[in-house]
């Protein structure tokens, strides 16, 4: 059997690493990885803390791209290694437009696709954009279905993914996240953190850089920051800057040369998880420190409207605030000054996974026997709206 794992982004490899891991083991599978490169910079760093050496690159990476741009690109370079291939699976994660764009083409050759990470749902096609709708094409076109949770798996069933096709695997973020957290620091971090002088300072690590927060939304990010930086000196802001000019440049114009804020250039993989080791609070619009942020014990504030990661939100330990200032500033503060606010947060647990959703994946492919992973049953989808409303799972739609 030979499978063909198709990798864009650094989330993607990170979560897609175990599973390459699991599937060189196997002396019966054929490993084929090809990397789209939708993110070179950041890519090429998560490739090689996990030593992954693809076997193609397609390189479509351009300034300023769009995701029409991307899709069309990987359309075009994929297509001939398909033929050439003749894979028996192509294995995509997530919902970037290199994941719905290489199932695409894998249909295209009547290639069997499996989508990892499958079931996610925030039920608004323009929240995220533009990954709600990659996953739902994705969803359209797998044939297996490695869903992390039974709320994932639920959603696609109501989408009509038969049962049978579907694996409640966790995220292998979980695995990935194990593996990195047990090496040590670099020099590099070591002189990261001495240059911070985290002893007196609380750490507020921050990532922030989804399409749809790109303009007013991100600049209102950023004056809430400023305003808690300036007000706080006991607070030291972190917030590794993506090098998209609609992130980078209002980033450095409104946040550049405050005293205890720290700006910098995106971080390796190893670098971000021993952040959020150090971090006191961790604000984010990003999907996978979602997951990874509970295994630590951190509380992490949801910089979005709505997400499709209701689990940790139900079990307490995140919270959705959205991206208007004023709310920003008050969660922030809660979080600061009330200690019992921010013990119930500051649990470390996971609905996420377990450390074996590679296994699992690996196994499933195989047509092997398998033991689903248990996840919490029943999760509420949460607005960031300053009136938030609860919304269970099973009525989500």
């Known amino acids: 059997m030979k499978v063909l794992t198709v990798i864009g982004t650094r989330p993607e490899a990170i979560k897609l690493a175990p599973i390459i891991r699991e599937l060189s083991k196997r002396r019966e599978l054929q490993n084929v990885v090809c990397v789209t490169a939708q993110h070179r910079q950041m890519l090429d760093s998560a490739l090689e803390l996990f030593n992954i050496s693809p076997d193609y690159d397609l390189d479509v990476m351009a300034e300023n791209q769009t995701p029409a741009q991307v899709a069309s690109a990987i359309l075009s370079k994929l297509d001939p290694i398909l033929q050439h291939e003749q894979p028996d699976w192509v294995l995509v994660q997530g919902d970037t437009t290199t994941t719905a764009a290489a199932a695409l083409a894998a249909f295209y050759r ?6 990892v990470e499958a079931g996610l ?3 608004d096609k323009w929240h995220p ?10 969803s359209a076109i797998g044939d297996l279905h490695f869903a992390p949770t039974a709320c994932a798996k639920r959603n696609l069933m109501r989408e009509g993914v038969s049962e049978n096709s579907i694996i409640v695997s966790g995220n292998p973020v979980i695995d990935a996240l194990e593996c990195i957290a047990q090496l040590a620091p670099t020099r590099a971090i070591e002189e990261l953190f001495t240059r911070l002088d985290l002893q007196n300072r609380r750490l507020i690590l921050v990532t922030a850089h989804r399409r749809e927060n790109w303009g007013a939304p991100l600049e209102n990010i950023c004056l809430a920051l400023r305003e808690i930086a300036a007000a706080r000196s006991g607070v030291h802001v972190v917030y590794p800057v993506h090098l998209n000019p609609n992130v980078h440049d209002p980033v450095h114009r409104l946040l550049d040369r405050l005293p205890n804020v720290t700006l910098l250039p995106p971080t390796d993989y190893l670098t971000l998880v021993h952040l959020m080791r150090q971090a006191w609070i961790v604000v984010t619009d990003s999907g996978g420190i979602q997951e990874e942020a509970p295994s630590l014990g951190k509380p992490v504030l949801v910089l979005r409207q709505v997400t499709e990661r209701p689990e940790a939100v139900e079990a307490g330990v995140v919270k959705v605030i959205g991206t208007q200032r004023q709310i920003i500033v008050n969660e922030i503060s809660r979080l600061l000054d009330d200690a019992a606010e921010y013990e119930g ?14 296994e699992r994946i690996v196994a499933a492919l195989l047509g092997e026997p398998y033991v689903q992973f248990e996840s919490i049953d029943k999760v509420s989808l949460v607005s960031g709206n300053s009136e938030s409303e609860l919304v269970v799972c099973e009525s989500a739609v």
């Open 110 to 115: 009547r290639v069997q696709v499996g989508h």
């Open 121 to 123: 749902r925030t039920f």
């Open 129 to 138: 954009f533009p990954e709600e709708i990659n996953r739902r094409v994705t």
């Open 345 to 358: 947060m500051a649990r470390a647990m996971n609905p996420y996974g377990d450390g074996h959703a590679s």
